[in-house]
């Protein structure tokens, strides 16, 4: 039978020559990480697709979908391995190029091998971060919400990209389908294509091996059956460990996205808890210079490092400015990240108290979270400070809290350098033609309010909302947010604007 396959498909010989390879210095659980990120990546995509068979993605169904997989045991088990196998790939590709680093592998010829490794790193926190969205609960939707500001501050590129990426002016249904996108299809087909290049250049180049003088003198071993066994070992401890945690800390799923919260303090992921750490150290002034600039000049660096070390050879001793470099870089992304996580504990302790999952379940599971009780008229989920005495005003205030409150706040305090405040702003409160024009047309490019600079992007929503809404949520703004008392403003003035 083999015979007979070898002669129609050569798989047995391509199986044999990627198999019988010698491991300079011989095999070691040293060399296990590639491996097992390997192995991490086909565990999630394998527990990716079975999730994608529960799993709706829309405003209206993406959280009622992951709750009802968080009250089905398999289900639940498959989300919970998903959820700690993405920090274990995570973690793996970056021990993977922290023991590259140190042992001086992305020396001629490993150069490109090295470029792909730090890509493939970078693919993978996209993956955390369009997956951190889906669940559709409030830390989701909020940390989410900073991260796409964040990325709205980029210069040239960055407001475009924070368009494509949220589907339009606010946070929803488009946005939801743009990072499930992301997350299933484009991000695992370029990071196959990745690792199918990164193991290309790898068989052609051959291992590094240990750090010696000659390397002509270690003596070899084999891949097959000595490194295999070691590489199925630790990836066997791994999913081990994967799914010891998926029972003993599944993941918490909070109550569903609400953008008029005002309260709630989103917690990132462990991954990027440095970065945020890094936001909160500098004034606000600095925003662009912790968010985008020194990242960006940090994956320049990292990337450069082949050609950055002159030594010429892969000894320690010989590498000391880039062995230092690295120690003070992992000393400062583990303090950065113990700092965000201390404050953020904090100022979560100081909010007020949110529902425990079970009590999440048990209302998503109440006949009344489907829908509104009759006795609760719909204005209830419109912020309070909305006036009841005038119904325009009043059905503003609801086309407020679902299209503006996103990116606005509930509150209209915006968001610092990216989203200008409503509340306490004298454009809205003065010309309502201006108003309607900025509300029909959009608005690009760098403004300021009450003496603070902001370059964000609102979006046109003439064709999306109606004359109507637009005339409600105006008067809203002008009249009944925070201290606005300005004019409302009529559908009939929204249909005649004339820019």
Not at 3 to 29: C, H, Q
Not at 38 to 44: E, G, K, S, T
Not at 114 to 122: A, R
Not at 280 to 291: E, F, H, K, M, R
Request: charged residues 10%; glycine residues 8%; contains cysteine.
């Amino acid at each position: 039978m083999l015979n007979w396959i070898e002669s129609r498909t050569g798989f047995i010989s391509m199986a044999k020559d990627f198999l019988v390879e010698d491991i300079p210095g011989g095999a070691s659980y040293w060399y296990v990480f590639g491996s097992a990120t390997v192995f991490a990546m086909i565990l999630q995509i394998v527990t990716g697709i079975f999730l994608t068979f529960f799993y709706a993605p829309s405003a209206n169904t993406a959280w009622e979908s992951t709750a009802w997989i968080y009250t089905h045991y398999w289900p639940h088990l498959i989300l919970a391995i998903h959820y700690w196998g993405a920090s274990a790939m995570i973690a793996l590709v970056f021990l993977h190029l922290l023991q590259v680093l140190v042992w001086g592998a992305y020396k001629s010829p490993r150069e490109l091998q090295w470029v792909v490794g730090v890509i493939l790193l970078l693919v993978t926190l996209v993956l955390g971060l369009t997956g951190y969205l889906l669940p559709w609960d409030m830390n989701a939707y909020f940390a989410s919400q900073v991260a796409l500001n964040i990325t709205g501050t980029a210069p040239i590129a960055g407001p475009m990209i924070q368009q494509i990426a949220q589907g339009g002016g606010a946070m929803g249904t488009e946005t939801i389908n743009r990072f499930f996108g992301l997350h299933v299809w484009l991000m695992p087909a370029v990071m196959v294509l990745l690792v199918g290049a990164h193991l290309a250049i790898f068989r052609w180049n051959g291992p590094a091996g240990p750090i010696a003088e000659d390397p002509r003198k270690l003596k070899n071993g084999r891949f097959w059956p000595d490194q295999m066994f070691m590489d199925g070992f630790a990836s066997l401890i791994i999913f081990a460990i994967i799914v010891a945690l998926a029972f003993i800390s599944p993941p918490f799923l909070d109550a569903k996205a609400d953008p008029t919260n005002t309260s709630f303090i989103p917690y990132p992921a462990w991954y990027f808890l440095a970065l945020f750490g890094l936001l909160n150290v500098v004034p606000p002034s600095l925003d662009l210079l912790a968010t985008i600039v020194v990242p960006t000049l940090f994956l320049i660096v990292v990337i450069a490092i082949p050609w950055l070390d002159r030594s010429t050879t892969r000894s320690l001793s010989a590498r000391g400015g880039i062995i230092v470099s690295t120690i003070v870089a992992l000393v400062a992304i583990v303090g950065l990240s113990i700092y965000s996580q201390t404050s953020i504990q904090a100022k979560q302790a100081a909010a007020p108290p949110s529902p425990t999952e079970a009590q999440v379940l048990a209302m998503a599971n109440a006949p009344s979270a489907a829908a509104p009780s009759a006795a609760a008229p719909a204005a209830a989920a419109a912020p309070a400070s909305a006036p009841a005495a005038n119904p325009a005003i009043a059905a503003g205030a609801t086309v407020y809290a679902g299209t503006c409150a996103g990116c606005h706040a509930a509150n209209g305090m915006g968001q610092p350098g990216a989203i200008p405040p409503l509340a306490g702003n004298p454009f809205v409160t003065g010309d309502p033609h201006a108003v309607i024009g900025v509300l029909l047309d959009g608005k690009n490019g760098a403004i300021t309010v009450n003496g603070a600079a902001f370059n964000g992007q609102m979006p046109a929503w003439k064709g999306t909302l109606s004359n109507k809404d637009i005339a409600a949520v105006i008067s809203y703004i002008r009249a009944g947010l925070g201290p606005n008392k300005a004019s409302a403003v009529t559908e009939a003035e929204v249909a005649a604007y004339k820019p």
